[in-house]
Nanobody, 123 residues
Framework: QVQLVESGGGLVQAGGSLRLSCAAS????????MGWFRQAPGKEREFLAA????????YYAGSVKGRFTISRDNAKNTVYLQMNSLKPEDTAVYYC????????????????WGQGTQVTVSS
């Protein structure tokens, strides 16, 4: 059974940093992309960042590029999201996903999801 477990969320002041982790288990994910999405209250889930298996190819949403950095450790089946210069509008539930589809930025191409971790940024 595939499981993705996120951790690292919490409450932080604006301008602060958090590092999210997502550990995947239940199968090997070679050739899969791993990504991060978020969903704020009343809004749709939005793409943030994704990384291909080799780690050499990354994708970012414009709203987080330059502030967030995605990385992965394939030996640990874990993906990370380093979030710097956080803003109140970054407040949301953050989800990690693993996908085999061709478009790493598109939610429909993800096969497995974590349960989400809350990030709250106070002003």
């Amino acid at each position: 059974q595939v499981q993705l477990v996120e951790s690292g969320g919490g409450l932080v002041q604006a301008g602060g940093s958090l590092r999210l982790s997502c550990a995947a288990s239940g199968r090997t994910f070679s050739s899969y992309a791993m990504g991060w999405f978020r969903q704020a209250p009343g809004k749709e889930r939005e793409f943030l960042a994704a990384i291909r298996y080799g780690g050499g190819v990354t994708y970012y949403a414009g709203s987080v590029k330059g502030r967030f950095t995605i990385s992965r450790d394939n030996a640990k089946n874990t993906v990370y999201l380093q979030m710097n210069s956080l803003k109140p509008e970054d407040t949301a539930v953050y989800y990690c996903g693993v996908g085999s589809g061709p478009g790493a930025t598109m939610e429909r191409n993800y096969d497995y999801w974590g349960q989400g971790t809350q990030v709250t940024v106070s002003s």
